[in-house]
């Protein structure tokens, strides 16, 4: 066998898979574990026929790979990443490429492409998006780090990630070191929002109307083949419709108390950390929180009183208002996603393509959708675009929903039942639309109790005042600073 045109560290599910997709490609790779006995068992598996080299050291799998070495490491992120990366570093040779495709927080990639560069290597941090099944047929794939690396592996991500309906790879270069993580760890938060809204829509077919499993599966499947067309949507109609052996209906087997690996929360510190307001995904973050403390809702039912579930109006044209409210809800949720990466392209000096950032996610990631080719064509008509609802399509598709969601928010709140992320939605929408909120009073409370200052309408920005609102004060104002 020729030597390996790549070569793949970690034999968990998403590893072989990508190895599968590659090899059937056209690609030879090489692969190594550290627990060796899974290599002869992928080799003797799966592997089996295929042209894929099994390595039991990281000296044999260097020696089996064409120059410039490309390594991707497909492991548990953290310290084990560092702890591969040094490993690989004592057989690579100057130049060779190591390449990290787990969910590593992009504060990590940034430190670590400095790292590998002053060794004389190259580092790639991707991000891969489509589970399982899309690291076997087509992933989204999300590379960034060092620019001298692209071309190598290019030929290589292209050939197997997810292709749009007119042919276009899923995948293309993001930008400098922390740059492909960062928006991977976007497209999980925007996952979590997604999530969330669907699974609150649900809640109130349930809870307010009383719709049976099946129908619901039905409604899910009527909001599929419509502008809501996405993957997530799709698993939900297939979800609500799935019985198991002896006839029961999965779903309500299931326990309530939702996990998480991490990139939500990421998502809503880096907003934090940026000063955006990604109220949708940090709502969506909370609500998996609020569902892991299972006990103590119980034990709360028990105690804490709330309005009865009563609904007097007409069921068909709630279900079409609560397709409304959910797709405004999204566009708000990819409005505060985009203005997250501007604020951090901005932040890290990242060069970002968003309208090639949403062809990356139209096909094979979790969060794919019809929705994104119009994100896509925003971006296309104006690459300096501040904020999507500015563009005329999703201003329009907001206003014409607008008075659907309201009704449902406000029917929600009446009833009881929790919508963090749609009402959220909502609440950002309305503070984005006004043009003076009241942070002129927080502005005057801060001022009153630590001489934070303020600055005013009738003077130029970037002019703060102090007043001695008591008489006590005196004039002396705390410095200004914005965390």
Not at 219 to 230: I, R, T
Request: charged share 25%; proline share 3%.
């Amino acid at each position: 066998m020729s030597k390996a045109d790549i070569a793949v560290i970690g034999l968990a599910v998403m590893g072989e898979n990508l190895i599968l997709n590659m090899e059937s490609k056209g690609f030879t790779v090489a692969c190594y574990n550290r627990t060796t006995s899974k290599v002869d068992e992928f080799i003797q598996g799966r592997a089996k026929g295929k042209n894929i080299i099994g390595c039991k050291s990281l000296e044999e799998l260097a020696a089996n790979l064409k120059r410039p070495r490309k390594v991707m490491i497909m492991i548990k992120a953290g310290a084990p990443v560092d702890k591969a990366i040094d490993s690989l570093l004592d057989v690579l040779e100057d130049g060779d490429i190591i390449i990290d495709g787990g969910n590593s927080n992009f504060n990590d990639t940034i430190r670590r492409t400095k790292y590998v560069e002053e060794k004389g290597k190259l580092y790639i941090g991707t991000g891969v998006s489509g589970g399982e099944e899309g690291a076997l047929k087509g992933p989204s794939i999300m590379p960034g780090g060092s620019p001298g690396a692209w071309e190598s592996v290019k030929p290589i991500f292209q050939k197997i990630a997810a292709h749009t309906p007119d042919g276009q790879p899923c995948c293309d270069w993001v930008g400098q070191d922390g740059a492909g993580h960062f928006v991977k760890m976007v497209h999980n938060g925007i996952e979590y929002g997604d999530m969330q809204m669907i699974c609150e829509s649900y809640l109130l077919m349930k809870e307010v109307l009383g719709m049976t499993n099946q129908q619901m599966h039905e409604v899910f499947a009527q909001w599929n083949e419509g502008k809501l067309d996405s993957y997530l949507i799709e698993i939900t109609r297939d979800i609500l419709g799935y019985k198991d052996e002896d006839g029961n209906e999965v779903i309500d087997l299931i326990l309530d108390t939702a996990g998480q690996k991490g990139t939500g929360k990421w998502t809503g510190i880096t907003a934090l950390d940026l000063g955006q307001p990604l109220t949708l995904i940090a709502e969506a973050v909370f609500a998996r929180c609020l569902s892991a403390l299972k006990d103590q809702r119980v034990r709360a039912s028990k105690i804490l009183k709330g309005p009865k579930p009563e609904f007097t109006g007409d069921k068909k044209q709630f279900i079409n208002d609560l397709r409304e409210a959910l797709y405004a809800s999204k566009i708000i949720s990819y409005a505060q996603g985009y203005q997250l990466m501007r604020a951090a392209a901005e932040e890290y000096k990242w060069d970002l393509n968003y309208g090639g950032i949403a062809l990356m996610w139209r096909g094979g990631c979790i969060i794919r959708s019809v929705f994104l080719g119009e994100i896509k064509k925003a971006y296309d008509k104006n690459p300096e675009l501040e904020n999507l609802l500015f563009d005329d399509f999703f201003k329009n598709a907001v206003e014409q929903a607008q008075t659907s969601w309201r009704k449902v928010v406000a029917q929600a709140v009446t009833i009881g039942v929790p919508i963090p992320a749609l009402s959220s939605a909502l609440a950002f929408y309305d503070g984005y639309r006004h043009q003076r909120l009241p942070a002129n009073l927080l502005q005057a409370q801060r001022d009153y109790f630590g001489a934070h200052t303020y600055e005013r309408v009738d003077k130029p920005r970037g002019q703060f005042f102090h007043t001695n609102w008591t008489g006590r004060g005196g004039s002396t104002a705390a410095s200004t600073y914005v965390v």
